[in-house]
Nanobody, 121 residues
Framework: QVQLVESGGGLVQAGGSLRLSCAAS????????MGWYQQVPGKERELVAF???????NYADSVKGRFTISRDNAKRTVYLQMNSLKPEDTARYYC???????????????WGQGTQVAVSS
């Protein structure tokens, strides 16, 4: 019903930049909150950043000042601009969106398949 597709991951050197994109499609009435989580093998999935429908943002302390989240409502897309990348940023990054559909008006969480980010020293 709702699909999220990420892109933009890759391998970069420390200090470099990447921009992740996540496009939502399906029977969407409204996208409330969109954001990104990161996960490494054997670890819990952790919140990186999110942005609400009114543009309010929130960042994990570890990425504050380096990453910027934004959204394009016309394209139903959320972006994560990742600057000054560090080796500890290496993870699989998952897009999420809280979406109102025809079936539910309170909003449900949907997840993308993830995109891999690797930062070398």
């Amino acid at each position: 019903q709702v699909q999220l597709v990420e892109s933009g991951g890759g391998l970069v050197q420390a200090g470099g930049s990447l921009r992740l994109s996540c496009a939502a499609s399906g029977s969407i009435v409204r996208i409330k909150t969109m954001g990104w989580y990161q996960q490494v093998p054997g670890k819990e999935r952790e919140l990186v950043a999110f942005i609400t429908s009114d543009g309010s943002t929130n960042y994990a302390d570890s990425v504050k000042g380096r990453f910027t989240i934004s959204r394009d409502n016309a394209k139903r897309t959320v972006y994560l601009q990742m600057n000054s990348l560090k080796p500890e940023d290496t993870a699989r990054y998952y897009c999420f969106a809280n979406v109102e559909t025809i079936s539910t008006t309170y909003g449900r969480n949907y997840w993308g398949q993830g995109t891999q980010v690797a930062v070398s020293s």
